[in-house]
């Protein structure tokens, strides 16, 4: 309440400190790291992606109980879906998943 009441400036320190970021880069190399973490996003399922964005997004406004069975739901789908299968199959042959980069279908609720 206090950012919003009185609008001081915050250094970078002061959001990482505060939890308002989750890295402070040096000058210059913003976009350079943004690269990164999209590149390791990439290889990420983007169904896991999906469903966890929509889960964060529908928790603001959605009650407690509701959103425990929605995480549920989704687990469940993300479980089911062919890239939670291959990170299944991935772990228990010791060897890291290959997603697929199509995505089929839209999880739950989108």
């Not at 790291?33 to 290889?43: H, L, W, Y």
């Amino acid at each position: 309440m206090e950012i919003v009441a009185f609008d001081r400036p915050i250094s970078a320190e002061q959001a990482l400190a505060w939890g308002l970021v989750t890295e402070v880069v040096e000058d210059g190399q913003a976009v350079n790291r943004a690269t990164v973490m999209v590149r390791e996003i990439a290889k990420l399922p983007l169904s896991s992606f999906q469903a966890s964005k929509k889960l964060l997004t529908d928790s603001l406004h959605t009650p407690f109980e509701h959103q425990l069975e929605k995480e549920r739901e989704l687990l469940a789908w993300c479980a089911d879906h062919p890239n939670g299968q291959e990170g299944i199959k991935a772990f228990l042959e010791k060897r890291k998943p290959v997603y697929n980069r199509m995505q089929a279908q839209s999880c739950k609720g989108t």
